[in-house]
């Protein structure tokens, strides 16, 4: 029988760690689908100079936490089910995207991404996804890809 992986023990699988995290809370997490939050904290040191006076998260951040809150939990969760036995010995890679980007996001901000599976095989996903503000306007959405490899 496949083993199915929680939201929360998903979230614990994210290799990603402090400063370099951008998921706090894995909520939904199915075989086609991720949602995930992540409130932008105003301390974080790439505000000082991503613009002075007017701080915004640059773009290749957000798209960095789109992925970890739906390609690497997606992957681990299809991991699991999919190659338990191999599961541990591989690391999920973010490698290409295509994002359209529509509004800004500022220190503070909490966004919700959610994203839907749109191929998942040799080891490899590639899914549909969109950011959000808090009061649900779209802050941007395209597609992110991922893949398995042996570090």
Sequence with gaps: M?????PAEALRRV?????FRFVDEILELEPERAVGVYRWRPEADFYRGHFPGNPVTPGVL???????????PLSIYLFFRDFEEEAEKFQILFTDTAVDFGRV????DTVRTEARLVFWRRKKLRMQAEMRRE???LVCSGT???MAVIP
């Design 2 to 6: 496949a083993r199915i992986i929680t």
């Design 15 to 19: 290799p990603q760690q402090e400063p």
């Design 62 to 72: 957000l798209i960095e936490c789109m992925a970890q809150c739906s390609v690497v």
């Design 105 to 108: 996001v500022r220190p503070g």
């Design 135 to 137: 009061d649900g306007t």
């Design 144 to 146: 992110i890809a991922g």
